[in-house]
């Protein structure tokens, strides 16, 4: 008899604990229902909990309708686990955290910029969803600014390739350039690596070609910067001061 007490303790004890900092169900009879909650819409809320049921503990699906709820309350954890960008067939952006997601829709809360506490949307209204703030929808840039396409003023048009990396091609005034950029991060910005091949002038004006590689922030959209070494591959009428390994910079606006 003392040994199925003590089974039941550590039993209850075991499922206050995997239960523990999970959602929870406030219901208005008194009671709190703790557990994972599956489901959400307008009329009933689904959890997943934990019942001891002859000396055993035993997964549960628990669905309790709106009016017998007096609040819902969900486990804090971390922000890329939970919240998830969804990009709307109209254009608009809801960010919010992601409590189901099936064949007729998805059913979000913590709704960012709104008092809404739970939205419901059917699949016809979704263009995608996101779990990093990553924007799908560009396919390119347009890079402005000094020391930019092989010239001293001069432009780069950037295709996306994936969510790390753009190849571009640039020209300015006497000068063009073409290259790739890998970035460190999700989202094709912020900090990356960029590789490039700079020619500078045109036949009597021609001055050289430099292979530059080095290191590049580029916002979406925004300001960009350009740091690096090149390597002088070729001179025309300016020998770069007889060095063979210069300095190359940049700076402009990306949209």
């Known amino acids: ?44 809320v689904v959890i997943k909990t934990q019942r001891l049921i002859n000396n055993e503990t035993i997964d549960l699906d628990l669905v309790f309708y709106n009016q017998k709820i007096k609040k819902v309350e969900y486990t804090m954890v971390k922000k890329e686990e939970t919240y998830v960008y969804v990009d709307l067939i109209g254009g608009k952006v809801i960010k919010g955290r992601l409590i189901s997601n099936n064949d007729d829709g998805v059913v979000i809360t913590d709704i960012r910029g709104s008092d809404i506490d739970t939205l419901s949307l059917k699949k016809r209204q979704i263009k995608q969803i996101r779990y990093n703030d990553v924007d799908k929808s560009r396919s390119a840039f347009f890079d402005v600014g000094f020391l930019r396409g092989g010239a001293l003023i001069g432009a780069e048009l950037e295709i996306v390739v994936n969510q790390n990396m753009t190849i571009f091609l ?52 925004g300001l960009t910067l350009d740091l690096g070494i090149g390597y002088v591959m070729n001179t025309g009428n300016y020998n770069y001061g007889g060095r063979e390994f210069i300095l190359t910079y940049g700076i402009g606006l990306r949209f």
């Open 1 to 44: 008899m003392w040994m199925n007490k003590i089974v039941i303790l550590v039993l209850c004890l075991f499922s206050g604990f995997s239960l523990f900092g999970q959602d929870k169900i406030f219901l208005k009879n008194g009671e709190i229902i703790k557990g994972k909650i599956i489901q959400k819409t307008d009329s009933l």
């Open 170 to 221: 640039g020209a300015g005034f006497r000068g063009y350039a073409g290259g790739l950029n890998i970035f460190f991060k999700d989202n094709f910005s912020g900090f990356g690596f960029k590789s490039s091949y700079i020619h500078q002038g045109y036949g009597d004006f021609y001055s050289g070609s430099i292979l530059s590689n080095g290191f590049t922030y580029k916002s979406n959209p």
